[in-house]
């Protein structure tokens, strides 16, 4: 591949480990408002440099809607969700058109990956993007990802992209997800409206934080949508993963990795999990709820063991056996997920009985365990923030 500028060094947050995979997702404002062609062609810079620098780069879009209106000559953004399908039809094409005029003069071939929440809640499908991604990533390509805003009924649309942006990176397995936006990050005040607003450079615990936020600041922090990047930010963290808000805006990509006032740093919450533990907490749909008792969660969630019918005390849904469930507590707190080995209606009959007797009331015993360990991964009781992740 011919580069046009040699590989500049990268710096970037000392917090930061030394990275491989980088989902940068990238808001239509950065995109669309006046100044763009100088701000993107910084950024596709940036996204050059850490490219050049061997690191594996997924870029998750916005923009669709934002380029169609300007092409078909909407002033507003429509509210009518066809109006908005047809916008998106036309301007996805125009952002990658713009993508590949950027990105061709830094040598770069990028891909595009149009998806819904139906492509990544279906296992099968979440592994063959994943397959596709993969292989994008390994012929040095730079896979660009959008919502398929065209084809997206209401159930299976994500609506906005910083929820595509985190699942991706689950799904890439990525070190780090960045999230650019408009503002440098999380303020303690609106920063907008409150002139002593501080800002946040690191979010150590995500637990913490968002108890001590959860109040009237919660509100004013969580202005132009940013309670959406928090909640993106929230699932790469629990999933193990290193977390950036920054403004791509007025700054650059190269800022926001570099320069802590640029960006809010969220460190992971547990060691990284495997691919299919990641799909079963973050993404898979939750078909039912399996409620179990005292016994049960103490021996889920203190002593690592598997989910045996005798503690269960009641079902909710209608599932079938392979599907995800969410395990809860009698008072309504879902601690774990996981995929059971038996129906709703099996389970229904097997209920508070010993393992022993399963066969007896079901007329045979494929498994022991109604979720085998395995199959389930834990909601809470996290390790300590500071835990360092570890390989895939
Ligand atoms: N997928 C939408 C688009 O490309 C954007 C959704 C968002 O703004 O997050 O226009």
Redesign the pocket.
């Known amino acids: 591949m011919i580069y046009f500028h040699a590989p500049m060094h990268l710096s970037i947050r000392k917090e930061l480990p030394r990275l491989s995979t980088v989902v940068v997702k990238i808001?239509?404002r950065i995109l669309t408002a006046p100044g763009h062609e100088k701000r993107v062609a910084g950024l596709v810079g940036d996204l050059g440099v850490l490219h050049a620098s061997g690191l594996r780069v997924i870029v998750v879009?916005?923009?669709?809607?934002?380029h169609g209106m300007e092409t078909l000559a909407l002033k507003k953004r429509p509210s009518a969700i066809p109006l908005q399908q047809a916008c998106?039809a036309v301007?996805?094409y125009r952002?990658m058109r713009r993508y590949e005029d950027f990105f061709a003069a830094s040598g770069i071939r990028i891909g595009q990956v149009l998806l819904t929440w139906d492509d990544l809640r279906s296992k099968k499908r979440y592994f063959n993007l994943r397959n596709t991604l993969f292989q994008l990533l390994d012929l040095d390509a730079i896979p660009i990802v959008?919502?398929n805003?065209s084809v997206g009924v209401e159930e299976i649309r994500?609506?906005?992209?910083?929820i595509l942006g985190a699942q991706i990176a689950l799904l890439a397995q990525a070190d780090l997800f960045v999230n650019l936006t408009d503002v440098g990050g999380l303020y303690d005040r609106n920063p907008h409206t409150d002139t002593s607003a501080r800002h946040i450079p690191v979010v150590a615990s995500m637990s913490t934080f968002i108890r001590k936020m959860a109040d009237d600041r919660m509100k004013e922090i969580s202005v132009g949508g940013m309670a959406t990047k928090l909640k993106a930010a929230e699932i790469v963290s629990r999933a193990g993963i290193y977390a950036l808000i920054g403004d791509g805006f007025d700054q650059s990509l190269r800022d926001v990795l570099s320069k802590p006032r640029s960006a809010t740093l969220f460190l992971p919450q547990r060691r990284r999990m495997s691919s299919r533990h990641r799909w079963i907490a973050f993404t898979g749909q939750s078909c039912g709820k399996l409620i179990i008792d005292e016994g049960a969660r103490a021996a889920v969630v203190k002593r690592g063991k598997s989910l045996l019918p005798a503690g269960i005390r009641s079902v909710t849904g209608a599932f079938k056996a392979g599907d995800t469930v969410d395990i809860d507590t009698q008072n309504g707190k879902t601690i774990a997920r996981g995929m059971a080995n038996y129906s709703a209606d099996e389970i229904r009959i097997i209920q508070s009985c010993k393992t022993s007797e399963i066969a007896s009331r079901l007329g045979e015993k494929p498994f022991d365990e109604v979720i085998h360990r395995n199959n389930m991964v834990v909601l809470v009781s996290l390790p300590s923030p500071s835990a360092a992740p570890s390989a895939d």
């Open positions: 808001g239509s879009s916005s923009g669709a809607i934002a998106a301007g996805q952002l959008n919502e805003d994500f609506g906005n992209n910083d």
